[in-house]
């Protein structure tokens, strides 16, 4: 088409402005051969486009994604809000009846997830921010998971909870008993912000820089009450780190915040402040790394509001293999990512590099369990060992007798799928010990059991190729039967590609496949997060499970015969290479493979 001029009467001056506004804009929607529609405050529909805003004659569009092109979860957004959801939850659970892939996808959003082929049964996953619960709380999901469910609770790596194996004619009873103990599972899946994690000792730690419990709590109420902040293009994760003993593993965050401290004749005045790690996807091989900016603890709700608006308005919605925040950050580069975040901001971000902020205080790998002391005089808080994070119901309520006698009626839960007590005096240690002892619990384990994390696995995920939780069990057993180690291991084990326990980041990291049909993984060595940060290199590609055990028995003998005094399992694999471990693990077939 020609391009349309507007008639030289404009440029003469002998219109008034209003009748050029209106030309001007009829003559723009004629040379884009499209008509105009919009429609002002008032509600009157107009042609004028410097009025009406968008076009609503335009075809539709979902976050500036035409709708034709989006994949199939961003159409069922765009359809209807997922969270919208009650009526057909009730019918669902009048009906006893089992999800279409649709909705199965939007029960997500309330923290239902339909758990088969691997159970014909719901899982519930819980918000628990900064992983605090009362024992009120305990007890009353102790409470749902017997009454609906397989009898046990089960503690996540992003310190929350998961409620498993209850029946689709449950499912409204089990959201209303949760939200009756002032709880919400309400975004904790599918494209969403998770459990918002904190330093689990926030409050109760000497060598922390600030409490950042406030930051967990207040996020939380945000994202709650700001319906834009659901429906993102994928799943985002957030941590606050204080800077204090224990980690959160910020770095594996989509925005992790961790405190600083700046000293005096530094470029911003002396005090607390937060660095900003962005696009942590461990199970994509890559950290989150330091942005450059630095913000006062009261712009951190603000700052990440601002950031998760501009992926969730930027995202990719076609490709959810590219809908993370990494792959924005990809396609942008940090600064625009940054300015675009400044624009939703009535303050300025500060920039400075990190060399102006002191280093991190020491992490203690072993500081999630045993007693400790608090800089509250007279008052430890208890670690105790929640094997893979399998608590069962019986065990849950005696921790919250406990937390209720002896302490202060509080359960803190952790990344390392266990869980602390804290403020218990001096005078009641003993019988505190003593009464978890009772209840089976135990509040020190071997340098692997207590290092160990696990997913869900075959038993209760459909994605996962191998039983993942036994499995982690029973190898770390059998290693800490074998070996005195003195030095913390970690050791990871997931089921998937998609590596919820965050494989890569375990001084040993299995990620389950099938060899043969038969159950095995592939095998990374050398992996670690925070002061420790580095990608675990793979050992193995796969092997089956039983070769599995006796390759990490053969290398673990060589670790303890050849270690030099101190030298941790990471430190010990990093100098040497693949071929040389291969070569300790005694796995024939690989052993004159790899470099």
Not at 147 to 160: E, K, M, Q, Y
Not at 525 to 543: I, K, M, S, T
Not at 550 to 560: C, D, G, P, T, V
């Amino acid at each position: 088409m020609a391009e349309v001029q507007a008639p030289e009467i404009i440029a003469s001056g002998e219109f008034l402005s209003e009748q050029k506004a209106y030309l001007q804009g009829f003559f723009a929607a004629v040379a884009q051969n499209y008509p105009y529609v919009g429609q002002v405050g008032s509600g009157q529909f107009t042609a004028d486009q410097n009025l009406g805003g968008p076009n609503l004659a335009d075809a539709p569009t979902f976050f500036n994604t035409p709708v034709e092109d989006l994949c199939a979860e961003e159409r069922w957004k765009y359809d209807s809000n997922p969270l919208d959801l009650w009526d057909e939850l009730l019918e669902h659970a009048a009906e006893d009846k089992v999800p279409n892939a649709e909705f199965r996808y939007r029960f997500k959003f309330h923290g239902l997830f339909h758990v088969a082929p691997a159970q014909d049964s719901f899982m519930m996953r819980l918000r628990a921010p900064g992983g605090i619960v009362s024992t009120h709380q305990l007890r009353g999901l102790a409470d749902i998971a017997e009454r609906f469910g397989c009898g046990r609770l089960d503690i996540t790596t992003r310190a929350g909870v998961q409620i498993r194996e209850f029946a689709p004619r449950s499912i409204v009873d089990v959201l209303n008993a949760v939200r009756c103990l002032g709880m919400t599972s309400q975004g904790s899946g599918a494209d969403n912000i998770r459990n918002i994690t904190a330093s689990p000792l926030a409050g109760i730690d000497a060598a922390e820089l600030i409490d950042v419990r406030p930051y967990a709590n207040a996020l939380q109420a945000y994202i709650l009450n700001s319906s834009d902040m659901f429906g993102l293009p994928r799943k985002f994760n957030i941590a606050f780190d204080g800077g204090g003993t224990i980690s959160t593993l910020a770095d594996t965050n989509d925005i992790g915040f961790l405190a600083v401290r700046i000293a005096e004749r530094k470029s911003v005045p002396p005090g607390v402040y937060f660095r900003v790690l962005l696009c942590g996807i461990t199970g994509h091989r890559q950290f989150a790394s330091d942005c450059g900016l630095l913000l006062r603890p009261d712009q951190l709700v603000a700052v990440a509001a601002a950031m998760v608006r501009v992926f969730a308005e930027h995202g990719d919605r076609t490709d959810r293999k590219k809908a993370r925040l990494k792959y924005l950050i990809d396609k942008w580069g940090t600064d625009r990512f940054l300015e675009e975040t400044e624009r939703k901001l009535t303050f300025p971000i500060v920039r400075i590099s990190a060399e102006e902020s002191e280093s991190r205080n020491a992490i203690d790998r072993t500081a999630h369990l045993g007693i400790h002391a608090q800089p509250q005089l007279g008052l430890h808080y208890i670690g105790v060992v929640v094997p893979v994070g399998w608590l069962p119901v019986g065990q849950a309520r005696a921790l919250a007798d406990v937390a209720d006698r002896y302490g202060s009626g509080e359960i803190r839960l952790t990344v390392w799928q266990n869980l602390l007590l804290p403020n218990i005096t001096t005078q009641n240690l003993d019988a505190a010990r003593e009464a978890l002892r009772n209840a089976g619990l135990e509040v020190e384990a071997g340098r692997v059991l207590s290092g160990t994390v696990a997913c869900t696995g075959s038993r209760g995920c459909r994605f996962a190729a191998t039983d993942t939780k036994g499995h982690a069990l029973e190898l770390a057993t059998l290693l800490d039967a074998a070996f005195p180690v003195l030095q913390p291991i970690n050791l990871h084990v997931t089921g998937c590609s998609h590596s919820c326990a965050q494989h890569y980041i375990g001084d040993i990291g299995l990620m389950g496949v099938k060899i043969g049909g038969e159950p095995g993984y592939q095998v990374s060595v050398g992996g670690g997060a925070d002061n420790d940060q580095a990608l675990a290199r793979e050992l193995f590609p796969g092997l089956p499970y039983k070769e599995v055990q006796s390759a990490l028995h053969n290398i673990m003998k060589q670790y303890m015969e050849q270690a030099v005094q101190g030298e941790s399992f990471l430190e010990f694999c990093g100098r040497h290479t693949i071929r040389e471990l291969r070569g300790f693990c005694k796995v024939e077939r690989f052993s004159e493979v790899g470099a």
